[in-house]
């Protein structure tokens, strides 16, 4: 929330819209997924994301400018869609990709998430679930990924995940709310 004392320092005020402004984008234009990684020991890892893809460097360039002044760890990579068909753009993707700075940056966005708030709040559930672990992160000492409770967390984050509207079900009509 924005702080309305008159007190508030415009630069609590200025970080608070940027993490508004960020919020939105992951919303629209983010993807908050996980995968399982197997490690040098054999044992399996739970590895979260954030990634956000654009064409316009100037997004991507306001969100690590945030990502720096929050202490966020991220890096880009490039999708070079051109080579696939001439008329389309290549695309700068920034990620996040470790658990710390994941949950960091959703724990921030998290007031001002529409869409994906459930979806982050999951998110979060695993991450807390994983790093309660011995050792939870790349460096394993239990195979974590294998218990019903990860599972069980998992499968509550796939199934927000794979939310959908469907078209079936749902009326179109002008200057009316979507239902479903």
Same mark, same amino acid.
């Given at each position: 929330?924005?702080?309305?004392?008159?007190?508030?320092?415009?630069?609590?005020?200025?970080?608070?819209?940027?993490?508004?402004?960020?919020?939105?984008?992951?919303?629209?234009?983010?993807?908050?997924?996980?995968?399982?990684?197997?490690?040098?020991?054999?044992?399996?890892?739970?590895?979260?994301?954030?990634?956000?893809?654009?064409?316009?460097?100037?997004?991507?360039?306001?969100?690590? %400018?945030?990502?720096?002044?929050?202490?966020?760890?991220?890096?880009?990579?490039?999708?070079?869609?051109?080579?696939?068909?001439?008329?389309?753009?290549?695309?700068?993707?920034? %990620?996040?990709?470790?658990?710390?700075?994941?949950?960091?940056?959703?724990?921030?966005?998290?007031?001002?998430?529409?869409?994906?708030?459930?979806?982050?709040?999951?998110?979060?559930?695993?991450?807390?679930?994983?790093?309660?672990?011995?050792?939870?992160?790349?460096?394993?000492?239990?195979?974590?990924?294998?218990?019903?409770?990860?599972?069980?967390?998992?499968? %509550?984050?796939?199934?927000?995940?794979?939310?959908?509207?469907?078209?079936?079900?749902?009326?179109?009509?002008?200057? %009316?709310?979507?239902?479903?």
């Amino acid at each position: 929330m924005i702080p309305q004392s008159e007190n508030a320092s415009l630069q609590s005020i200025s970080r608070e819209v940027d993490l508004a402004w960020l919020a939105g984008i992951i919303d629209g234009e983010g993807n908050i997924q996980y995968c399982v990684k197997t490690a040098k020991n054999g044992k399996d890892y739970f590895m979260p994301k954030v990634r956000i893809s654009n064409t316009d460097i100037r997004m991507v360039k306001k969100i690590s %400018e945030i990502y720096k002044a929050e202490n966020i760890v991220f890096f880009y990579t490039i999708n070079k869609r051109k080579k696939y068909n001439a008329k389309w753009k290549d695309q700068l993707h920034i %990620e996040i990709a470790s658990q710390g700075s994941t949950k960091k940056i959703l724990k921030l966005v998290m007031p001002y998430l529409i869409n994906k708030k459930d979806l982050a709040f999951k998110m979060i559930n695993i991450i807390n679930f994983v790093q309660d672990q011995p050792r939870g992160g790349n460096f394993v000492s239990s195979n974590y990924v294998n218990s019903d409770e990860f599972k069980k967390r998992s499968e %509550e984050y796939e199934y927000e995940r794979l939310f959908y509207i469907d078209p079936s079900t749902t009326t179109r009509r002008a200057s %009316e709310i979507v239902t479903w």
